[in-house]
């Protein structure tokens, strides 16, 4: 001890130096620390999230699960690839030991699926949000007579669902319960096959029937007009008139071989709250 006071003494403009850079140096990592509501003290972690609704576990697993894990192996500074398949859904963690942040674990993944393929037709991996998130709002949605619980899920999932992540610090949404509004198409296969058409036809035709196509310009003078297509189906009616098939200058409309309605997509969960078995929640994550 006395000798590190005596080179103290002797040297004091080395400590002064010395003693108000490590000031500096403290000050300037007090300002880039990061603080989090809720931090979490495990190694980086990025979770990969696939639907595919309507395939079982098994098809989950052998179709989307496995080739998203052989995707990320190999990957630097990898410890762990762990996944869970359920029906209609895939869950990959991918972790990383400490030589990585989350920014640059993140961005290895996503290289890695920009090269994935082989999967089901439609299916496209998402990255679920930072895990080291916080709560800061949970709220129910209430609407006035006659609104059903399929009218507030559109509400959230098309209205507050997309204001909300505008709001500087938001990351994500997350909405629970409720029906999800869909357009059913029940086909009548004896019609269907009558009319000398394929099931593949038919979902062709629905798909082609509703997008926008652009047709060039039309000169007027020194000026030119743009031509589009408004094919966009906004209605029931829409979808009924959908042309399937034209043998012989016919038109065969899709009201003619299928019936077209208003249904709800099948439902894996429910919430509720304060005694009543089915609401809608959501919950505000930053």
Not at 175 to 201: H, I, Q
């Amino acid at each position: 001890m006395r000798q590190i006071v005596a080179f103290s003494l002797q040297r004091r403009p080395l400590v002064i130096l010395l003693f108000f850079t490590f000031i500096v140096v403290g000050l300037v990592a007090f300002t880039k620390l990061n603080i989090e509501a809720y931090p979490d003290p495990v190694p980086p972690q990025v979770v990969i999230i696939t639907q595919n609704p309507g395939q079982s576990a098994e098809e989950i697993e052998r179709y989307v699960s496995i080739p998203v894990e052989v995707a990320m192996a190999g990957l630097p500074n990898l410890t762990s690839v762990r996944s869970t398949s359920l029906f209609g859904l895939s869950d990959v963690r991918v972790q990383f030991n400490f030589s990585y942040t989350y920014d640059q674990a993140l961005q290895q993944v996503l290289n890695r699926l920009g090269q994935l393929d082989g999967l089901p037709e439609g299916v496209q991996p998402q990255i679920s949000p930072l895990s080291p998130i916080g709560e800061i709002m949970r709220y129910r949605l209430i609407g006035p007579p006659g609104y059903s619980l399929a009218d507030l899920k559109t509400l959230q999932e098309w209205v507050l669902d997309r204001r909300f992540k505008r709001v500087p610090g938001v990351v994500d949404v997350t909405s629970f319960g409720g029906l999800t509004k869909s357009y059913n198409v029940v086909v009548d296969l004896p019609r269907m096959a009558a009319m000398g058409l394929a099931l593949p036809e038919v979902i062709k035709a629905v798909r082609a029937g509703n997008a926008t196509v652009g047709a060039g310009t039309i000169r007027i003078g020194p000026q030119a007009a743009v031509v589009q297509g408004i094919g966009l189906i906004r209605g029931l009616d829409d979808i009924r008139n959908v042309v399937v098939s034209a043998e012989g200058g016919v038109p065969v409309l899709l009201s003619d071989i299928a019936t077209i309605e208003i249904g709800n997509q099948p439902r894996l969960g429910i919430a509720g709250q304060e005694g009543e078995d089915d609401v809608v929640l959501a919950t505000v994550l930053m």
